[in-house]
């Protein structure tokens, strides 16, 4: 409800109160339309050009941001594809492996010595904690 709020806010603050713009309800009475001068039409036609023309440039800034991010959207999805293709080779290649009893050892040992790795790196780490602190 607030969206619609801040729209009409905004609306009525580029068109100066001409709320019925969309439906082409701008009419004058004769009295008034007697009683208006050229120097009035012409500060209102220039007004109007001046935001015709904001408008124009504000939807050519947003069709560029839409392209680029389009072309970025595509060039992701085209990596996403080609790592996908290399991660598909790659459990290919590590089912083959892991197929034969000896390779299935030898990964098992791999494992082994890089969970070893990572306890003796967090019990290092806690020593000079508080050797340190």
Do not use: P, W
């Amino acid at each position: 409800m607030s969206n619609r709020r801040d729209y009409r806010a905004s609306k009525a603050a580029l068109f100066d109160g001409f709320d019925n713009i969309e439906e082409g309800d701008i009419r004058a009475s004769s009295s008034y339309s007697q009683s208006i001068d050229d120097d009035t039409n012409d500060k209102t036609i220039n007004s109007l050009e001046d935001r015709v023309s904001f408008l124009k440039k504000l939807t050519g800034d947003i069709h560029g941001e839409v392209e680029g991010h389009n072309r970025m959207l595509d060039r992701m999805g085209n990596e996403m594809d080609a790592s996908r293709g290399i991660m598909a080779g790659t459990m290919d290649r590590f089912k083959i492996v892991l197929e034969k009893k000896s390779s299935r050892r030898m990964c098992k040992l791999v494992a082994y010595f890089v969970v070893s790795f990572f306890v003796i790196y967090y019990f290092i780490r806690v020593f000079r904690f508080f050797m340190n602190g």
